[in-house]
T-cell receptor, first 116, second 113 residues
């Protein structure tokens, strides 16, 4: 089973709202990732967690706040977003972060976010 | 810097014909290359990867890719295209030791009857 699940599938929020995206995997993977994908563009890495600790933050604005409460769950808390933050947010996981190129990343279906 | 390029925004193929989606790479050191597919309104699905070994890599759904060191290419191929193969295809290169994937700009494959 190589399934990564994400909820919700779609989210519409105002610029003053606070919302959260959720990602879950039960493959025993210890590395989890958040990517942002704008329309017709490739995914761009935002954050990487390894063993529930934040390892990489690709200079993402503080209005995006990641959280890894346990080894199976990854959240992305959203606050005071801008319309340009509208995108598909993808979660991925891999066995290890430092395992090298052998570590295939498996992606969830994504949450499509619209900020009004 | 590690990067991949996908020179074609779109590839059109008739069902039953062979398909090729092109990818070239620029890396320092050994290249570690991946192909992912994205169906409409879906996440990315892993197709195959080249780490080392045979230059012809077989993957999911009948796809394969040929690694060519002299041409710095990693083209995705399938002998007989299906309409259901229509999707967005991304080539990616593994960057550094942090499991960081850098994606190409994507190629939209359109297979018609």
């Amino acid at each position: 089973d190589t399934e990564v699940t994400q909820t919700p599938k779609h989210l519409v929020m105002g610029m003053t709202n606070k919302k959260s995206l959720k990602c879950e995997q039960h493959m025993g993977h210890r590395a989890m990732y958040w990517y942002k994908q704008k329309a017709k563009k490739p995914p761009e890495l935002m954050f990487v967690y390894s063993y529930e600790k934040l390892s990489i933050n690709e200079s993402v604005p503080s209005r995006f706040s990641p959280e890894c409460p346990n080894s199976s769950l990854l959240n992305l808390h959203l606050h005071a977003l801008q319309p340009e933050d509208s995108a598909l947010y993808l979660c991925a996981s891999s066995q290890e972060m430092w395992g090298g190129p052998q570590e295939t990343q498996y992606f969830g279906p994504g949450t499509r976010l619209l900020v009004l | 810097a590690q990067s991949v390029a996908q020179p074609e925004d779109q590839v059109n193929v008739a069902e039953g014909n062979p398909l090729t989606v092109k990818c070239t790479y620029s890396v320092s050191g050994n290249p570690y290359l991946f192909w992912y597919v994205q169906y409409p309104n879906r996440g990315l699905q892993f197709l195959l990867k080249y780490i080392t070994g045979d230059n012809l890599v077989k993957g999911s759904y009948g796809f394969e890719a040929e690694f060519n060191k002299s041409q710095t290419s990693f083209h995705l191929k399938k002998p007989s295209a299906l309409v259901s193969d229509s999707a967005l295809y991304f080539c990616a290169v593994f960057t550094g030791t942090a499991s960081k994937l850098t994606f190409g700009t994507g190629t939209r494959l359109q297979v018609t009857l």
